[in-house]
């Protein structure tokens, strides 16, 4: 069963505007969440985490937003870039967990030059 | 290097053989991860080791699999009479932090398995 779920597959988004990917979850366990960019042929590269003592976190042009009522969060890239183009996962560990991650299934952003 | 490696990056093997995987971690991190992707998934988790104590290992597919860590740095995922199903990429992640301690996970380019 699938405790992270990202229900967008594919999202296109025109240079310099904003992009919005979304991630809900299922396991009120989890307290640790991160955002993952993947080329084609890489490896998944961390880009930003939350702590869910927070509901915003910041870096640059992303920001993840965490509504824990609703279980919830989301990643914001401001302006967005052709180079953003990947496939963008959502990821969560258990709290007391030894932090293994439980991967959503991507979005693959596409950024319209 | 400073990032994770694997090797190799490409494994074809026919069914039934034994394969073996590497990873070298980020040196000096305590905790090493390996996980399956399969085509249009995300990863999922198989393993975990905390230097050379193998903690968690619920993610296992089957006693066919089986993994190492012997001196807490270099890992070797082993994979045993395998089978078509085995097909997948192998990604290894380290981190600095131990278990609990929210670090993110840094991972390797993956080995892409293909059993013919």
């Known amino acids: 069963d699938q405790q992270v779920k990202q229900n967008s597959p594919s999202l296109s988004v025109q240079e310099g505007r904003i992009s919005i990917l979304n991630c809900d979850y299922t396991?009120?366990?989890?307290?640790?969440f991160l955002w993952y960019k993947k080329y084609p042929a890489e490896g998944p590269t961390f880009l930003i985490s939350i702590s869910s003592i927070k509901d915003k976190n910041e870096d640059g042009r992303f920001t993840v937003f965490l509504n824990k009522s609703a279980k919830h969060l989301s990643l914001h890239i401001v302006p967005s870039q052709p180079g953003d183009s990947a496939v963008y996962f959502c990821?969560?560990?258990?709290?007391?967990?030894?932090?293994?991650?439980?991967f959503g299934t991507g979005t693959r952003l596409t950024v319209i030059p | 290097g400073a990032g994770v490696s694997q090797s190799p990056r490409y494994k074809v093997a026919k069914r039934g053989q034994d394969v073996a995987l590497r990873c070298d971690p980020i040196?000096?991190?305590?905790?090493l991860f390996w996980y399956q992707q399969a085509l249009g998934q995300g990863p999922e988790f198989l393993t975990y080791?905390?230097?050379?104590?193998?903690?968690?290992k619920s993610g296992l597919p089957s006693d066919r699999f089986f993994a190492e860590r012997p001196e807490g740095s270099v890992s070797t995922l082993k994979i045993q009479r395998t089978q078509q199903e085995d097909s997948a990429v192998y990604l290894c992640a380290s981190s600095d932090g131990q278990g609990g301690s929210n670090q993110p996970q840094h991972f390797g380019d993956g080995t892409r398995l293909s059993i013919l």
């Open positions: 040196s000096g991190h305590v905790s």
């Open positions: 080791f905390q230097n050379e104590a193998q903690l968690d």
């Open positions: 990821a969560a560990s258990e709290v007391g967990g030894a932090n293994n991650l439980f």
């Open positions: 396991n009120s366990m989890f307290d640790y």
